[in-house]
């Protein structure tokens, strides 16, 4: 055998690696991924790029006020929803002490890749994905589902400690906390989030949980930023494009927020704030999560 044929039958093998390397997933009942199949995720732009689209950096509410490209964001230091681009793709790109991670952006847009801090919050612990304060941000190895918690896979689910469950979230399958059938501490509240996923908690505003909203609104369960073993409950009135909200309220992201004056806040209601949205330079009435 010379060497030209040596080379053809080597090149030969090594066309049929990845189809041998295929054919021994499904023999071995492991699972195989197709690009195809991943989310469609936000490249990052040139400066030029962005200039061209006129939705750049500007307020969204929906997936559909960006352009195909960008992603509806909430900015780290809160306020309205933007439409920004990925940052990032590799950690080579992020300063030190920061890691590249896939966030999830508002609705059906675009997943973005942005330079996130490495957190400390330990596994059970709630969390803010993308987040300037590094006691919010996950610790290495813990992902970010609304709580901290080890990867699991939903097919062998027993390496959760106890108290958590495996469950599918937005960065994946994780350990999430559950306190169904658990006792929960005095003066907290067993609150169920959906999909499995509950918390023992104190309960502040209208406990919508166990008192239904009224047939054209409903329930909101949101963590308090200051005190971490608190949620807010409150009945909304939900709203979007086709749907807008009543003269004298505005639509901040999904719920309809009253307007009101700093100097009389006392219109918002019992148990609401005023509080400004600088970026539009508004007041609205909204819960009081500090």
Known sequence: ??????????????????????????????????????????????????????????????????????????????????????NCMTDLQCQEGFTCKTVQSLGGSPLLRRCVLQGSAQEGELCIEYSNAKADVCAPGLVCNGYCGRPCWLEQPSNCPEGFFCGEGQNGPSCRPTCEGRTCPEGQQCIRFGSGLSVCAEIRGANCQERPCPENQRCIKMNSSANKKAIWMECVVPCNKSTPCPTGSICDGSACRRRCRPDAPDTCGPGLKCTEYPVEKIWLCSMPLD
Not at 9 to 17: G, N, P, R, W, Y
Not at 43 to 68: F, K, M, S
Request: hydrophobic fraction near 45%.
């Open 1 to 86: 055998m010379n060497w030209r044929t040596l080379v053809a039958v080597a090149a030969s093998l090594l066309l049929l690696l990845p189809l041998a390397f295929a054919v021994g997933l499904v023999l071995s009942g492991q699972r195989s991924y197709r690009i195809a199949d991943a989310p469609e995720v936000s490249p990052v732009l040139a400066p030029d790029e962005r200039r061209q689209l006129l939705t750049y950096g500007r307020l969204c509410q929906t997936p559909d006020d960006c352009d195909p490209a960008l992603g509806c964001l909430s900015p780290i230091t809160g306020g309205r929803s933007i439409c920004l681009d990925s």
